[in-house]
């Protein structure tokens, strides 16, 4: 396998395609308005982004294998990588497609920044409920930035009625069972992974399929499957769009009754994950008919793990380049320890996912989607969130990814203080039942 770091020396800038640099030095210049590479000549900038290198031995430079996977075109990347190819399908559940085009199309750059951004719009303007699509571009990064592009088969994105399948050559370099749970990333490709997460779109977290399962929980669609095909070295994903059928208590139906959704959604018969084996999947075959799924893949993955205790670091993430990718686990593990000790020994510190309905989930898509917000933007958004209803740290924290700490200090101490929100138990701060809620006699003044 080609390391992503190769420096491939008879490349140089004309090998490059010059819009795609163009575009992605905005994106980098919106996320990051002064920071200093912004003015930096395109070869230093590519340079210290990861996509040129330098051999120091010989003087010589050239484009790196990553940076020939982003910003060159399909061609060129072929004389490298002769299996590479990209490829997006849509179907109505017939033989023919709807949609459909690949990297070797012609009529544009076949990289895969550009895969990526097209695709998104695709999703976008696909998909009317912003979580989803956030889940859909979520697992879409995640294939492109652990695929082996050296590998047969290509990078393949499928859109079922039913179901949205993801595969891509290369197996998984964690245990399949802990996709969803892992904390820890493995990367096959950390140049790439840099040069996507310099623009707030991944990060070594390793959390990123993780939360794409607690939001397919939340919208009570079946567990995503990821099938392992050892014989043909790919990873497919498939997101189903079905949902779980269980049983509801009268109870539950009159808190969904109160759930409904400006556009009329009554989630009254939210339907919620049984620990049954699931019967009824299966999974078409898919690229040519080379590989097939089974349904027993499902059954491995029918036990929900309800820990969503990893969040994001907070908004400054991306601010110290020399510590960008020291992600350092126990950095959240002390918030996360600290956070427990107040609440007491006995309190739990999962968010129960039955509380959080998903119209509070799209209030917060914005802070979940953006990294870096400014105070204003955040204070709003955790006002419309209490709007709905009194909200505890912890929920805060899953619904905005920050850290509890970071959510209390930033922004709910100093709503506080200037009377927008107020506590559930006042005479008690350290309640274990603690809330904010909205202060209605702040708008009557």
């Given at each position: 396998m080609l390391q992503d770091n190769l420096i491939l020396?008879?490349?140089?800038?004309?090998?490059?395609n010059f819009d795609t640099i163009k575009s992605y030095r905005e994106r980098f210049a919106e996320v990051k308005p002064a920071h200093p590479w912004n003015a930096l000549e395109t070869k230093e900038f590519l340079y210290k982004v990861g996509a040129w290198g330098k051999v120091r031995d010989t003087h010589k430079e050239g484009v790196t294998l990553a940076g020939l996977l982003l910003f060159s075109e399909e061609r060129i990347i072929t004389e490298v990588l002769p299996q590479y190819f990209l490829e997006y399908r849509e179907s109505k559940g017939n033989e023919e497609w709807t949609e459909r085009f690949t990297s070797q199309d012609g009529t544009w750059s076949g990289n895969i920044f550009d895969f990526y951004f097209h695709i998104h719009e695709i999703v976008r303007n696909s998909e009317p409920q912003p979580s989803i699509a956030s889940s859909l571009t979520e697992v879409l990064i995640n294939m492109l930035i652990h695929a082996d592009y050296n590998g047969e088969g290509g990078v393949?994105?499928?859109?079922?009625?039913s179901h949205y399948v993801f595969s891509n050559p290369g197996l998984l370099l964690v245990p399949t069972d802990s996709v969803f749970s892992n904390t820890v990333s493995q990367l096959r490709n950390p140049n790439i992974v840099k040069l996507f997460s310099l623009l707030g779109l991944c990060e070594r977290s390793g959390s990123g399929l993780k939360k794409v399962k607690q939001n397919w929980s939340l919208h009570h669609y079946k567990t995503p499957a990821i099938d392992q095909d050892v014989s043909m070295h790919r990873t497919v994903v498939m997101l189903s769009l079905s949902t779980q059928e269980r049983q509801v208590s009268s109870s539950e139906k009159d808190t969904y009754n109160t759930s409904i959704d400006d556009s009329g959604n009554n989630f009254k018969d939210v339907e919620k994950y049984q620990n049954t084996p699931e019967n009824d999947v299966e999974i078409d075959s898919y690229n040519k008919n080379e590989y097939s799924y089974n349904k027993e893949l499902i059954e491995e993955l029918k036990s929900y793990n309800n820990d969503v205790n990893s969040f994001n670091k907070e908004d400054n993430y991306y601010n110290n380049e020399s510590n960008l990718y020291n992600n350092d686990v126990n950095s959240y593990n002390n918030n996360h320890n600290s956070y427990?000790?107040?609440?007491?020994?006995?309190s739990s510190n999962l968010v129960n996912v039955e509380n959080i309905d998903t119209k509070l989930w799209d209030i917060a898509a914005l802070a979940r989607e953006k990294k870096r917000l400014s105070p204003n933007q955040m204070e709003h958004i955790i006002l419309e969130l209490c709007k709905e209803k009194p909200l505890m740290l912890k929920e805060f924290a899953y619904l905005l990814e920050r850290t509890p700490d970071g959510v209390r200090n930033n922004y709910l101490t100093k709503l506080l203080r200037k009377g927008q929100l107020q506590l559930k138990y006042p005479n008690q701060p350290n309640h274990p039942k603690q809330a904010y809620l909205f202060n209605k006699k702040d708008i009557e003044k």
């Open positions: 020396e008879h490349y140089g800038l004309n090998e490059l393949i994105l499928e859109k079922q009625p427990n000790n107040e609440q007491g020994e006995n």
